[in-house]
């Protein structure tokens, strides 16, 4: 899907596509997901019954799959990579990738945010 959404992008848009280009896919393809799963239920799916259907559901998008996960399964999980930007023959590329899997950069549910990051996260030197 990665390979596809940027190709496309990029003859549309004659430009590479950026992250939020990548989300916003992401939102469309995981509400597509959650239609689709209503509508199997229901012939014409309300608001309510697409809401249901999106609790707890995971879906493939260009960017890797997202889960519903946090927030009783109203929040979305997906892993973060990090990396460094070089200019190598004109272009931009990513290097030294890393990646972290959404449990490791997202609290556990119930958790409030800056309660995991003050139990978590250490002050560098320390």
């Known amino acids: 899907l990665s390979r596809w959404f940027a190709a496309a992008y990029a ?3 004659k430009e590479v ?4 280009s990548y989300k916003m896919a992401q939102a469309f393809l995981g509400l597509k997901t ?3 799963k209503a509508a199997k ?3 014409e799916p309300d608001r309510e019954a697409v809401i249901a259907a999106f609790e707890n559901e995971t879906w493939e998008t260009p960017s890797g799959s997202v889960r519903m996960g946090l927030g009783k ?3 979305a999980l997906q892993g973060v990579a990090y990396g460094t930007v070089a200019h190598r023959d004109g ?8 990646y972290y899997p959404p449990e490791i950069v997202n ?3 119930g958790v409030k945010s800056l309660d995991w990051i003050a139990a978590t996260l ?3 030197g320390k």
């Not at 272009?91 to 890393?98: A, E, F, G, M, S």
Request: aromatic share 6%; net charge neutral; proline share 13%.
């Open 107 to 109: 609290p556990p549910e």
């Open 34 to 36: 959650a239609y689709e």
């Open 73 to 75: 399964g109203h929040q």
């Open 122 to 124: 250490k002050p560098a």
């Open 11 to 13: 003859e549309r848009h």
């Open 17 to 20: 596509p950026t992250y939020v």
């Open 91 to 98: 272009k931009i590329v990513l290097t030294d990738v890393r």
């Open 41 to 43: 239920a229901h012939a």
